[in-house]
């Protein structure tokens, strides 16, 4: 039971990072498969609506069965690390951000989102739509447009050194910090 | 169904390392885009130092699949700026809406975050409408 009780905890940045980047070599040398979570959102679109879209005109079960798979292990491992082991205390946040979190409104710091925001009740409300439905709607359009999302182009792009994949990472920050900081204050 | 397995248990190991490093939580995320912390930067950077290792490593002993194939990693054309910028972009406006990138989305919900079955279905919406209108974007 100790064992337990030490996975339990959280792990430090010092072992899950590496224990991330290390997903890359298994996945290619399981299959010679490369390490990018949103190339599923496109087999699932492929596999259950592609209309006429030629995008969407590819075998995928031979290209993304083994992704699929992949990401019903990561619900999965949600399920495990988010029940089995879950760690009974508030995450330990920066005292900043709290304290800046706290100034738009947010009080509920218990769980791995605010409660006060992503909530069932709060989905058709002005905020709701636009942090859950315009932002889930941008992280698929984006991702694919871009041609990956953080673990395709932040983790494997840049460890291949590939110069689009930095470009992309750019992107991905001056995003989030125009999000963060222009955009945050109105919708709060 | 045989050589899925182990896909299912790297994406399990992922799921679970997604949850207790923290990386699926909304203020990580929030603490990443507002400098508070080193936490979420020495994840990603050892993340790539690791991957990047293991790279060199394949690439120089020419290390075999588990098929017996040549491991390739095809390379994104880096010519297309444009897609990378302002689909990057897009991207990172979404990543601090919801707090989350695809691989969090789906470790959440397996977590019991139910909620998060509405960036998901938005993120299926978004990938669809790419692909409906990619023909007239610039790439």
Redesign the interface.
């Known amino acids: 039971m100790e064992l337990i009780e030490f996975?339990r905890q959280?792990?430090p940045?010092?072992?899950?990072?590496?224990?991330?980047?290390?997903?890359?070599?298994?996945?290619?040398?399981?299959?010679?498969?490369?390490?990018g979570?949103?190339a599923?959102?496109?087999h699932?679109?492929a596999a259950c609506?592609p209309?006429d879209?030629?995008?969407?005109k590819y075998d995928w079960k031979k290209s993304g069965?083994?992704?699929l798979?992949?990401?019903?292990?990561?619900?999965?491992?949600?399920?495990?690390?988010?029940?089995l082991?879950?760690?009974p205390d508030p995450?330990n946040?920066?005292a900043?951000?709290i304290t800046?979190?706290k100034a738009l409104g947010i009080s509920d710091?218990s769980?791995?989102?605010?409660s006060d925001v992503?909530?069932?009740e709060n989905?058709a409300s002005t905020q709701g739509i636009?942090?859950?439905?315009?932002?889930?709607?941008?992280?698929?359009?984006?991702?694919?447009?871009?041609?990956?999302?953080?673990?395709g182009?932040?983790?494997?792009?840049?460890?291949?050194?590939?110069?689009?994949?930095l470009?992309?990472?750019?992107?991905?920050?001056?995003?989030?910090?125009?999000?963060?900081y222009v955009?945050?204050p109105f919708i709060f | 169904m045989k050589n899925y397995i182990k896909y299912l248990l790297a994406g399990i190991f992922f799921g679970i390392v997604l949850i207790k490093s923290e990386v699926v939580s909304w203020f990580r995320i929030q603490e990443m885009f507002r400098f508070d912390s080193f936490h979420m930067y020495g994840i990603i950077g050892l993340g790539v130092v690791v991957a990047m290792i293991s790279i060199q490593i394949i690439k120089r002993k020419n290390i075999k699949d588990m098929e017996g194939n040549a491991i390739t990693i095809p390379p994104k054309d880096p010519k297309q700026v444009t897609r990378y910028l302002i689909g990057g972009t897009l991207f990172g406006f979404g990543w601090a809406l919801t707090g989350a990138c695809p691989g969090p989305l789906f470790s959440l919900a397996g977590a019991g975050y139910s909620i998060m079955i509405v960036p998901i279905l938005s993120a299926l919406a978004g990938t669809w409408v790419y692909g409906k209108i990619r023909p007239s974007l610039p790439h």
């Open positions: 996975l959280p792990w940045w010092y072992v899950a990072g590496p224990l991330i980047g290390l997903i890359v070599p298994i996945l290619l040398i399981a299959g010679g498969k490369l390490f979570v949103s599923n959102l496109r699932a679109c609506v209309g879209i030629e995008f969407f069965k083994w992704n798979v992949f990401v019903a292990g990561t619900i999965l491992g949600g399920f495990i690390g988010g029940w082991l879950s760690n995450i946040i920066s900043q951000t800046d979190l710091f769980g791995m989102l605010p992503f909530n069932w989905v636009i942090l859950m439905i315009v932002g889930g709607f941008l992280v698929g359009f984006g991702a694919r447009y871009a041609g990956g999302c953080t673990s182009h932040a983790i494997t792009g840049l460890a291949d050194l590939q110069l689009a994949s470009l992309a990472v750019i992107g991905f920050f001056a995003g989030g910090l125009f999000i963060t955009i945050y």
